[in-house]
């Protein structure tokens, strides 16, 4: 509401400041330059922010797939470090094992459960959790999470007869590293413009396999009076996002019931 105040304090005082021009002058290059420079005072940051972010875009922005790898056992994902295991990216990846390092500042000594509505939570270190035939050992916070109706609908897509199992590990397995939408929030701050990457790595050689980059736009004062808090993202990132689909037009999984451990 008051952004939109702004502008139609902004469009009045225009109005009536080229109104006075007018008045004291008739020649048309002041009133062509008074026309111009009101326009800028309201809209030039927003020409300049939009002119650069549609050019980054064009110019960077984009999905890049440098080499695909075929019958991927599983990676290391680098998005879970703060110790919440998301079970379900294993239920409908179709990899055999994902694996994260879990970097707290907090450091506690056990894993636990925190009651029926909450997920368990890692101290630091290395964890697998992957695929296993049911009746294993590690598989409790499988069946911990599976007797929640809250959660339960993430197990729908494990294959019959096998759970979830859970381990720390001394080292990985992984030979690659996925890194999903993260931003770049100090790339333009003054334009406003943030930088999302997704990429995928060879976790010996360092090589990138693949690339999503978009770049988010969050708006000037009239962006946001016509748009509200809405943001642009180019390319445009519907569902399924491109930064999703990344993962399996690089690392194509293996049968994930070939090989159970």
Known sequence: ???????????????????????????????????????LIGFG???????????????????????????????LDKNDSSGYINDFHLAESNYKFIEVEVEREQKEKDLFFEGEQ???????????????????????YFHERKKNPKYSHY??????????????????????AYQVYQINENLFPILRIRKATTQ???IKTGEVLGSMTSFIYYGSWFFKAMH????????KCDPPSLHALLLHKVLKPINIKEGME
């Open 228 to 235: 509200g808090l809405a943001l642009i993202e180019c390319p």
């Open 155 to 176: 197990f729908k897509n494990f294959p019959e007869g096998y759970c979830m199992a859970l381990k720390k590990i001394d080292s990985f397995r992984s030979l690659y």
């Open 118 to 140: 909450q997920q368990v939570r890692l101290t630091n270190g290395k964890y697998r959790y992957y695929f296993v035939a049911d009746g294993e050992p590690h598989c409790q």
């Open 45 to 75: 940051d927003n020409i300049i922010q939009l002119t650069t972010f549609y050019y980054l875009c064009h110019t960077q922005g984009g999905l890049r797939i440098y080499k695909t790898v075929e019958n991927v056992e599983g990676y």
């Open 1 to 39: 509401m008051t952004i939109l105040i702004s502008f139609i304090f902004y469009v009045f005082a225009c109005v009536k400041l080229y109104s006075y021009i007018c008045k004291k002058t008739n020649n048309e290059k002041i009133r062509v330059f008074s026309v111009i420079f009101l326009v």
């Open 200 to 202: 995928i790595w060879d």
